[in-house]
Structure formats: C-alpha cells, structure tokens
C-alpha cells in the first residue's frame, strides 16, 4: 500500500481489522514457545485510541516508523490477512523478519509470509523460526489489526504503544484494546516517555509537527518471560 501521504508504510500492519476470532487459551498459545520468549503486541494510535480505517493511517510519523522498524526487526511478526494486503507495495513481506499471516482460509497464498488458520499456529511457527534460526530475538511480535489485538491481549506479556497527539477523520474506525482499567486493577503497570514533537509528522486533520510519545503495559498478573 502507498499511503496518503505518497511513502511506502513499513508499520502498515498495525491498521487492518480483522474478522473475530475465538478466546484463546494460554497454555494453548504457548505450547512451543521457550519460556524466556514474550509475546509483545506493538501498535500506534491516537490519544482516543484509533489506529486506522482497516487499511490506513491518518497520520505519517517517521519517527514511528524507525521506532517499529527497530523494535521488530529480525522477529517473527504475526498479522491478519487484512493487515497482510495492507502493507506497501515492497514491504510485503516485512523485510528483515518472519512474517505469519493468520486466514481462516487455509488456501490463502502469502508469497513471502507462511499462512496459518489460528493464532496458536502462529506462535507455533513463530516458535520454530525461532529454533531454526530464520528469525532472532526472544520475542514474537504480533502486529494486528484490531480484532487480532483484542484475541492477543489476554496472552500477551507486554504492549507497546505510540501514543500520536492527533485527531482522525469519521471514517477512521478501527481503535486498539483500550489498557486503562487493567492498569487500574494492577493486571498491568504501564510506563510512559516524554512527549516528543516530530520535525515532519502530517496528520489528514491538517495537523503538522505531531507531539508523541512511547507507552510500554508490561503484565504484572503472572510471570513474565525475559525480553532485550
């Protein structure tokens, strides 16, 4: 996908929203995951919590774009169909990492990414990119869309967020799992960045020189695996 604002998106995935899936069962998920290996959830959104229409973004934060990059890099990276066909003309796959695509379409072709029908299966191949080699680091990334995030969460170690002082326009829809009232029931403790200003940051409200800043949930409810 090229974007509204004419560059190729490397964090295009974190905006496609896909159908609903089951609830998923910890033990399940984490079945062939090393103990030491997380499961992070990586997003950007604005302060109301939207993060796309289902295939765009309505702000160009470079900033972002090398924060994403650098987080996940060499990982094994897990989006949904959607969030796949969303990605930029040369960014699909994601250069650099595993990519996994969840359908429920066991016969959806992914040139580039391996195919599974269930986010378990994800983790699972994430897993044995892990052992094999083809992919670094100690933790599986998941990318999104919406629905992908909101099945994630409950199995997910840590989240990280982009928080983006902007508005959106109507048709931007797709918000991310609000993480408010599990940091006020303790299940998560959060840490928060400095506000920063982007030099070049647009948002399709008119807005320029966006302030942002990085918010990191890390669950306190269980134990939780090492990460870098």
């Known amino acids: 996908m090229t974007g509204t604002h004419g560059a190729p998106r490397d964090d295009a995935p974190r905006t496609g929203d896909d159908a609903a899936h089951p ?3 910890l033990a399940t998920v984490r079945a062939d995951l090393p103990d030491d290996v997380e499961i992070a ?5 604005t ?4 993060i796309g229409d289902g295939a765009d973004m309505p ?3 470079p900033e972002d774009l090398r ?9 094994p990276v897990v989006m949904g169909r959607i969030s796949w066909e969303a990605l930029a003309d040369g960014y699909r796959p994601l250069p650099g990492r595993v990519n996994i695509v969840v359908s429920r379409d066991g016969s959806y072709d992914a ?4 195919v599974v029908t269930s986010v378990p299966a994800s983790v699972s191949a994430a897993a044995e990119a892990l052992r094999d080699g083809s992919a670094t680091g100690r933790t599986v990334w998941i990318l999104g869309g919406g629905q992908i995030y909101r099945q994630c969460l409950p199995v997910s170690d840590r989240v990280v967020v982009t928080e983006i002082g902007c508005g959106s326009p109507d048709r931007f829809t797709v918000t991310a ?3 408010d009232d599990a940091v006020r029931t303790g299940e998560w403790e959060v840490s928060s ?3 920063l200003t982007s030099e070049n940051g647009t948002a399709l409200t008119g807005e320029t020189h966006l302030r942002y800043r990085i918010r990191e949930y890390t669950r306190t409810s269980r134990r939780r695996p090492l990460h870098p």
């Open 41 to 45: 959830m990586i997003w950007a959104q």
């Open 47 to 50: 302060t109301a919590g939207v």
């Open 177 to 179: 799992p609000s993480m």
């Open 59 to 61: 702000w160009h934060l």
């Open 67 to 75: 924060h994403f990059t650098d987080s996940t890099r060499g990982a």
């Open 23 to 25: 609830p998923l069962d």
């Open 193 to 195: 960045g400095p506000w």
């Open 111 to 114: 040139p580039g990414g391996t």
